[in-house]
């Protein structure tokens, strides 16, 4: 495992599902080496199968009507903030995850400093494919950033995070223990250099990555009171919004 400032460390002013975390064990270190080796060698499997499966497109003659998207689900934390292996905080290591796509009418080896949200594939597969979308997907269609990296009018500048749980019955799949990190319900909103977490029992976090790229420095309790206002309305908005356009103004503090 990659040991960053966050390694096994707790950030200042942590909330309390955090701070009640005893330090990783011995054991328990090991045990997150294994499982970042295992999942370092899931990747490799990956690349060769998405490396064939391309050779087999251009064999084929489609390559040129394909685009491949690569991406996942979550994140997932390993060590970070001294939590075992999870997913379900608002840190960086579970909500930020890849995008990456290849194929005809994709600028190569571009990227695109937009925010991109799940919310925005449904639209952009609809785009690719040339169908006409319901109208009711509260994302928009990445494919004027995959083509030319501006957006084709008004873009987003905050995504919406939303956690809901904690998952405490036996037979759910996401379930973790406390160690894991079981984070209680709630909302939160990333900029492109900041995080604000809102938690239904009312505890805040807040980073400026920019100066700590590894959220180590809760300073949610040095935010102006009008600034905290301010997110918590921006938050409303966005878990209110409905449809794309009303939820890019949402996203626009």
């Not at 495992?1 to 599902?17: C, K």
């Not at 394909?66 to 075992?84: A, E, K, M």
């Not at 994302?139 to 919406?160: E, I, K, M, N």
Request: proline letters at 7%; aromatic letters at 6%; glycine letters at 8%.
């Amino acid at each position: 495992m990659p040991r960053t400032t966050a390694f096994n460390q707790h950030p200042e002013n942590a909330p309390p599902y955090l701070a009640a975390n005893d330090p990783l064990t011995p054991a328990e270190i090991n045990n997150l080496d294994g499982i970042y080796r295992k999942r370092a060698q899931s990747v490799q499997s990956i690349d060769r199968m998405i490396g064939t499966l391309r050779d087999t497109l251009t064999k084929t003659g489609l390559a040129g009507d394909t685009v491949v998207v690569f991406s996942s689900d979550n994140g997932f934390h390993l060590g970070d903030h001294g939590l075992n292996a999870g997913k379900q905080t608002a840190f960086s290591t579970d909500v930020h995850v890849p995008l990456v796509v290849a194929g005809p009418g994709v600028r190569q080896g571009a990227r695109v400093a937009q925010l991109a949200e799940n919310i925005d594939l449904r639209p952009t597969f609809e785009e690719l494919a040339g169908v006409t979308g319901s109208g009711t997907a509260d994302g928009s269609s990445l494919v004027p950033l995959l083509r030319t990296g501006r957006p084709a009018g008004d873009w987003r500048q905050l995504a919406l995070i939303e956690h809901h749980g904690p998952a405490t019955a036996a037979t759910d799949p996401d379930q973790q223990s406390a160690k894991d990190g079981t984070p209680p319900a709630y909302t939160a909103v990333r900029a492109a250099d900041s995080t604000f977490v809102q938690y239904l029992d009312g505890t805040m976090e807040y980073y400026d990555r920019t100066s700590d790229p590894d959220e180590m420095h809760n300073i949610a309790t040095a935010l102006p009171a009008e600034r905290v206002q301010a997110l918590r309305a921006t938050l409303e908005r966005m878990e209110a919004c409905q449809g794309a356009t009303a939820c890019t103004a949402a996203a626009r503090p």
